[in-house]
């Protein structure tokens, strides 16, 4: 959603909004079980500010007014920093 590229669903970040007393706040939805009307990106912090800027969120998931991203950044910024950990080169095997 934010850079604009295909992938496979598998490797993208459901994301709904959940009604909250600012606007609605943005939820990550990895299982992707929870109701509701959803968007898709990498789960990228780099794609979730793109997604920001171009003000993507609201287009996708239908809503107008002020959109948390807070508790989704954070989603991302943990799944990036572990998945940076697992693939990083002290976790590769000598050949």
Known sequence: MGCRRRA?????????????????????DPARRLPGRGA???PDPACLALAERRRAFGRALRIVG????????EHIRAVA???????????QRAR
Request: aromatic share 0%; glycine share 10%.
């Open 8 to 28: 496979p669903a598998a490797e993208l970040l459901r994301v709904i909004a959940v009604p909250s007393e600012a606007g609605h706040s943005l939820t990550p």
């Open 40 to 42: 898709h990106l990498h």
């Open 81 to 91: 920093t572990t998945t940076d950990h697992q693939i990083g080169r002290g976790s």
């Open 66 to 73: 002020v959109l948390d991203t807070d508790g989704l950044a």
